[in-house]
């Protein structure tokens, strides 16, 4: 089975959430997981980390540390993921040397460019739909996809209110990873372990 999920953390991380995870991965169609945690101090997530990194390693996930290049390096995960804010991505090479690192071009070619020619390993488009994770996100329109598609090699990641509904239409635009979140971990109708079967 293929493996085209970019999962991302809730907002908060419960105590239930480590066996939720189990659940979910599971399906086996996750490929990455992002720890997306804000305003939490470092010793913290550092712990939340240990944790996480024993489940994913049990189903071959990736994990990718958002925001914050020095948390990937001393965690040894396997990348970061990047905002425009969020710093360079040169330096962020530099400094985690064999470590993805993932940038978010929103609905940007010129974005896009920077990026691969700062040797950015993937590149994230959206928000393509309203989001409960970000409902300030830029919006951006599926024609960046296909753009992308003929003109990059990299592998590209679609984000944005993406659901078991919506989402092939990214896929066959020419992403190659969809981005959830909120569909998994804040469904008012669908467990996580069920949500996430949606994506087959």
Known sequence: MRKFVYLISPKKISSNFYNNLHKVLAAKNVKFFQLRLKKIKVKETIQIVKKIKKIL???????????????????????????????????????????????????????????????????AFGSFNKSKLKPEAKKANINILKWAKRNIKKPIVAIGGIKGSNYKKFIKSGAKYIAISSYIWDNPKLKPEIAIRKFK
Request: net charge positive; aromatic share 4%.
């Open 57 to 123: 390693k049990k189903y071959s996930v990736k994990l990718i540390i958002n925001d914050n290049p020095h948390i990937a390096k001393i965690t040894n995960a396997d990348g970061c993921h990047l905002g425009q804010k969020d710093g360079s991505i040169l330096n962020a090479k530099k400094y985690l040397k064999r470590q993805i690192v993932g940038v978010t071009c929103h609905n940007s070619k010129s974005l896009a460019k920077i990026a691969i020619k700062n040797k950015a390993d993937y590149l």
